[in-house]
C-alpha cells in the first residue's frame, strides 16, 4: 500500500493524472518578427473543461508542429490579432485567412471574451449558423470584447506576453489586415504549468496605425 501512495504522490508532483495525461497544462508560443534573431513568445492556458474538443485539437495540432513556419495573419491596433492559417507560410498573401487543418470543430461557446481571452475564428454565421470552429484559427483579445460573446469559443487565455502581443498589433498592415512585417511562429509547446519559466522579453512600442473595423473568419 505505501508503494502504491509513493507513486501516486511521484505522478501528482510531476503534473500527471492518470494515464499520464497532464492535470494541468499551459502552452508557450515563441515566434520571430522580421529577422530579428531573438524570439518573442506569450503564454497562455487552457479552458478545458469549457471548451475540451478545442482544448484538445490545439494541443494535437501543437503536437504534430502544424502552427510553426506561420505567422500572424491580421492585426487591429490594441484590439486583436488572429493566427492558425497554413496557407500563412506561403508567399501568396491573396488566400491567407481562409486556410485551416481541413475540418472544423463543434461550437463550445460558454467562455467571455475578457481582455487576453483565446478564441477560435469561425466562418459567419450566414453559411455557419451552427457556429462552428476553424480546426486551427484563433485570435487573442487584446481588450473586453463583449459584443462578441455568445458568437465564438473561447478555449484559453493568456497568462503572460500580452503587451508583447499589444505591439505587434500596432504594426503597419496591407489591405487585408496583414502585417507587412512578416511574424513567424517558430513554436507552440505544451508544457505543465510548473515547468513555466520566467516572464518573455517584451516588444518595444510600435508606431499605432489608425483603427479599422473587422470580422473574424
Not at 534573431?37 to 503564454?43: R, V
Not at 508542429?65 to 498573401?93: C, E, T, V, W
Not at 484559453?156 to 513567424?184: A, H, M
Amino acid at each position: 500500500m505505501k508503494k502504491i501512495r509513493s507513486l501516486f504522490i511521484v505522478l501528482a508532483g510531476m503534473g500527471l493524472g492518470i494515464g499520464g495525461v497532464r492535470a494541468d497544462e499551459v502552452a508557450v508560443v515563441s515566434f520571430r518578427v522580421g529577422k530579428d534573431k531573438m524570439p518573442l513568445s506569450f503564454a497562455l492556458e487552457f479552458y478545458e473543461k469549457d471548451a475540451p474538443a478545442t482544448v484538445a485539437n490545439f494541443k494535437k495540432l501543437a503536437e504534430k508542429k502544424f502552427y510553426n513556419g506561420q505567422s500572424i495573419h491580421r492585426a487591429f491596433p490594441h484590439l486583436l490579432i488572429q493566427m492558425g492559417d497554413p496557407l500563412s507560410k506561403k508567399k501568396d498573401r491573396s488566400r491567407v485567412g481562409t486556410g485551416g487543418p481541413g475540418y472544423t470543430l463543434p461550437a463550445e461557446i460558454r467562455r467571455k471574451h475578457v481582455k487576453g481571452a483565446i478564441a477560435a475564428a469561425r466562418l459567419p454565421d450566414v453559411i455557419n449558423p451552427s457556429r462552428h470552429s476553424n480546426g486551427s484559427q484563433f485570435y487573442v483579445c487584446l481588450a473586453e470584447m463583449p459584443s462578441y460573446d455568445g458568437q465564438y469559443t473561447v478555449f484559453g487565455k493568456v497568462i503572460w506576453g500580452l503587451e508583447t502581443l499589444d505591439g505587434l498589433s500596432q504594426q503597419n498592415v496591407d489591405s487585408n489586415d496583414n502585417p507587412i512585417t512578416r511574424n513567424e511562429i517558430l513554436s507552440v509547446k505544451v508544457m505543465p504549468r510548473e515547468l513555466l519559466g520566467a516572464q518573455p522579453v517584451a516588444m518595444s512600442p510600435i508606431k499605432v496605425v489608425k483603427k479599422r473595423w473587422w470580422k473574424i473568419f
